[in-house]
């Protein structure tokens, strides 16, 4: 009797041990796209990719108008000659891309249209990454700075060098995720995706997002 009595409290303190050691690990991973996000990396390169987000018909949705205006102002900074918008259409009536949106917004704030590079056709960051690494084959550019958001900065990272393009982070200074409820709901997405992703890698398939 004691013998059976013993089994459900040990088998109760291995479960507890592992949910202590799977809660830890998650708070590292945490943790680890935090220190990601509260890095500027930003240095000298051939160019800066804006990672797309949402548009409004012609106008950039709050958090993708945070994203364009870091991008100018590493340009005008001198830290690379070219700006990558990428971004294709949000839905089937979209009049313009989310990169053409940004190429319009940069040509009125005083960008050159030299300057600017722009894609159409993705609709994840991983397509993002995969077309902006196609244009700067096309026009032999091989170190960039990556702007997106704090949260999302660690994931750009990781999928940018998967897609073979040397590069660096800056996320925007400011967002739109200020609440702790947003921020906290966006934190868990990318811990998510941090686990999606490794998965896919091991497994050889590539999820969308």
Known sequence: MAVNRRRPRR?????????????LWLAGV????LWVGGRD???????????????????????????IRHGMDLHARGL????????GYGGAGARFSESQVARRYALRNGVP???????????????????????????????A???????HMARALRLARQEGIEAVGS??????????NASWRFLAREVYFFHRDHWSQLTGSHALP
Do not use: C, Q
Request: overall charge positive; glycine content about 4%.
């Open 11 to 23: 088998l109760l303190r291995w479960t507890l041990r592992l949910l202590a050691l799977g809660l």
């Open 30 to 33: 945490a943790g680890y796209i």
């Open 41 to 67: 990396d930003a240095a000298p390169a051939d160019a800066i990719i804006v990672l797309g987000a949402a548009a409004y018909d012609a106008r950039p949705s709050p958090v993708f108008e945070e994203r």
């Open 80 to 87: 690379a000659p070219r700006l990558i918008f990428t971004g």
């Open 113 to 143: 249209a030299e300057a600017i590079l722009i894609e159409s056709a993705s609709r994840t960051t991983r397509e993002n990454l995969h077309e902006a690494h196609k244009l700067m084959r096309e026009h032999g550019l091989r170190r």
């Open 145 to 151: 700075i990556l702007v997106s958001d704090p949260l």
């Open 171 to 180: 996320a925007t200074p400011t967002t739109r995720f200020r609440t702790w």
